[in-house]
């Protein structure tokens, strides 16, 4: 009678030992399958912040300097800039927006002032930097990241002149 309640403590034993090895197996596969899908999240999260961001910022730009010609293009840097005028008392301030050098730079500088584009302050590494202000008032701005990915944002500006 012993014999027979050995083999039965061996084949319960077995089981408990079974059930864990297949716990055990079936927790690391869906770990392993739960990082890589965080991980492809991630890398696409880090792959649309750059121009998304850019973007945003100068929608914002745009619309925080929406005043009858406070908004304008010009040639500076690597190709046409855009141009944010504000005035402090009595003095007028210019804050350029523009491509050089590989990289999407903003320069904020008194407006009587010219300065180097290579003093401007880099935002982020960029291929191509376009940028239009159509005679409607739509500006048009197109970025392109250092991994060629685009976008495209227009803003409307009320206050043109």
């Not at 840097?77 to 301030?93: I, K, N």
Request: with cysteine; glycine share 6%; net charge negative.
């Amino acid at each position: 009678m012993t014999r027979r309640n050995d083999n039965k403590h061996t084949v319960d034993m077995l089981f408990v030992l079974t059930l864990f090895a297949v716990f055990a197996v079936s927790a690391s596969l869906l770990i392993a399958f739960g990082a890589g899908i965080y991980q492809r999240t991630i890398d696409s999260m880090d792959r649309h912040y750059n121009v998304s961001t850019a973007s945003a910022f100068i929608t914002e730009k745009i619309h925080q300097h929406d005043e009858s010609g406070y908004v304008r293009i010009r040639d500076f840097g690597d190709g046409d800039a855009l141009v944010l005028f504000e005035t402090y008392g009595e003095e007028t301030y210019c804050n350029y927006i523009y491509m050089y050098d590989g990289y999407l730079k903003e320069l904020f500088t008194a407006a009587d002032v010219m300065l180097s584009p290579d003093a401007g302050e880099n935002i982020l590494p960029v291929q191509d930097f376009a940028v239009r202000l159509n005679s409607d008032g739509l500006v048009s701005v197109d970025i392109k990241d250092e991994n060629g990915r685009s976008v495209t944002t227009s803003v409307y500006v009320r206050s043109t002149t």
